[in-house]
C-alpha cells in the first residue's frame, strides 16, 4: 500500500528531528537556555464508510525555550515535522512536511507563527504558507482534587 510507503518517510523524518533534538541537547549548555520541550501526538484510525479507511496523523515537535519573560511569558522557537496519510482518497488527503516557528508560551496558552512546507505525494503539489494561531491545553482529572 503506497500510504505505508509515505508513513516510513514520515517515520524516518520523525527520527531524524528526534536526532537533532538530542543533538541541541549537547549545544544547550553553551547557551543560557530555558528549555528543551519537545512533543508528539498521533491518531491511527479505521474508516469503514469506504471515504477514508485506515489512515494516520500526528506531529513531532521539538523546541528551545530561549528566554523567560515578565510574567512567566517563554520565548520559544520550534521545528516540527507534521503528516496526515490514509489509504482512500489520499490524492487531497495525505500531506507532511516540515515546520519551523516562534511562539510565547504561558500555561496554558500558546500564541504564535509558523511556517509550514506541506507536499501533497499524490498530487505532486506543495503548498507553503505562514499560519498565525492562538492555542491551549489543559487537562484535568475529577477524581483528584
Request: glycine letters at 10%; aromatic letters at 16%; proline letters at 4%.
Amino acid at each position: 500500500m503506497v500510504w505505508r510507503d509515505e508513513a516510513r518517510r514520515v517515520v524516518a523524518a520523525a527520527a531524524a528531528a528526534l536526532a537533532i533534538g538530542a543533538g541541541w541537547c549537547g549545544s544547550a549548555r553553551a547557551f543560557d537556555i530555558k528549555g528543551l520541550p519537545g512533543s508528539t501526538w498521533g491518531q491511527a484510525s479505521y474508516e469503514k464508510a469506504d471515504i477514508a479507511g485506515p489512515g494516520v496523523l500526528g506531529y513531532v515537535n521539538q523546541g528551545i525555550d530561549w528566554i523567560t519573560l515578565p510574567g512567566d511569558l517563554t520565548l520559544n522557537t520550534f521545528a516540527e515535522l507534521r503528516y496526515r496519510l490514509r489509504e482512500d482518497n489520499k490524492e487531497f488527503y495525505n500531506g507532511y512536511g516540515p515546520v519551523i516557528g516562534v511562539e510565547l508560551r504561558r500555561s496554558p496558552w500558546h500564541i504564535g507563527m509558523d511556517y509550514y512546507w506541506e507536499r501533497y505525494p499524490e498530487l505532486s503539489e506543495t503548498s507553503n504558507r505562514l499560519q498565525f494561531y492562538v492555542s491551549w491545553f489543559h487537562d484535568w482529572d475529577l477524581k483528584k482534587r
